[in-house]
């Protein structure tokens, strides 16, 4: 299997841009999970799925963040309008035991907002 | 929801020497304790984790320890080497149906000094 794959690595976009950041989880897997990490904030749980279905969003930081799973094969986490502050790494990671079994991240999407 | 703190932020040991990673968690109901590592440019990996029924698990130099009364479990890398540095994370979750993912602690960062 390829690992979860993240796309795209690299964005960098101008302040009030939409951004669309994609996933696609392991085969398999009934969990998926958005993580942003910062320095000064660390990862953070975003939103996270079970068999398609948002379970916990907690996390989301604001009505700008959205995130959807149409399919057990495919997600999306949406930023519009992106702001400076969102800048940060985004991870993806998925599990066949939910939040208590070993997440599989992607390697990331890098997004810079200026 | 589950609050992890970890400590140090940064750890730098001679190569040789052991190395100690400190987490303490809040939520008494959080069952499951993994820890991650994260080398740069990539997403985190698991490398051992332990469940609270279970005091103690060891993999080869790596072992991690549990105290469930006191809240608080323990990295311990043996005999490090270069290929250790990296950045470490400690998590906590509850498997009690809870909707709460995985909380990551702040992550140290490993320094192994040739």
């Known amino acids: 299997d390829a690992g979860v794959i993240q796309s795209p690595r690299h964005e960098v976009t101008e302040m009030g841009q939409e951004v669309t950041l994609r996933c696609k989880p392991i085969?398999?897997?009934?969990?998926l999970f958005w993580y942003r990490q910062t320095m000064m904030r660390g990862l953070e749980l975003l939103i996270y799925?079970?068999?398609?279905?948002?379970?916990?969003d907690s996390g989301m930081p604001e009505d700008r963040f959205s995130a959807k799973m149409p399919n057990a094969s495919f997600s999306t986490l949406k930023i519009q309008p992106s702001e400076p502050r969102d800048s940060a790494v985004y991870f993806c990671?998925?599990?066949?035991?939910?939040?208590?079994?070993?997440?599989?991240f992607g390697e990331g999407s890098r997004l810079t907002v200026l | 929801g589950e609050n992890v703190e970890q400590h140090p932020s940064t750890l730098s040991v001679q190569e040789g020497d052991s190395a100690v990673i400190k987490c303490t968690y809040s939520d008494s109901a959080s069952n499951y304790f993994p820890w991650y590592k994260q080398e740069l440019g990539k997403g985190p990996q698991l490398i051992i984790d332990?469940?609270?029924?279970?005091g103690e698990k060891k993999d080869q130099r790596i072992a991690v320890t549990l105290n469930k009364t006191a809240k608080h479990f323990s990295l311990h890398i043996t005999e490090t080497q270069p290929e250790d540095s990296a950045v470490y994370f400690c998590?906590?979750?509850?498997?009690?149906?809870?909707?709460?993912?995985?909380?990551f602690g702040k992550g140290t960062h490993l320094i192994i000094q040739p």
């Open positions: 990671a998925s599990s066949f035991r939910g939040p208590n079994g070993e997440l599989f």
């Open positions: 085969s398999g897997h009934n969990s």
């Open positions: 332990i469940r609270s029924n279970v």
């Open positions: 799925f079970n068999n398609n279905v948002p379970i916990d």
């Open positions: 998590a906590a979750s509850n498997s009690g149906g809870g909707a709460d993912g995985l909380t």
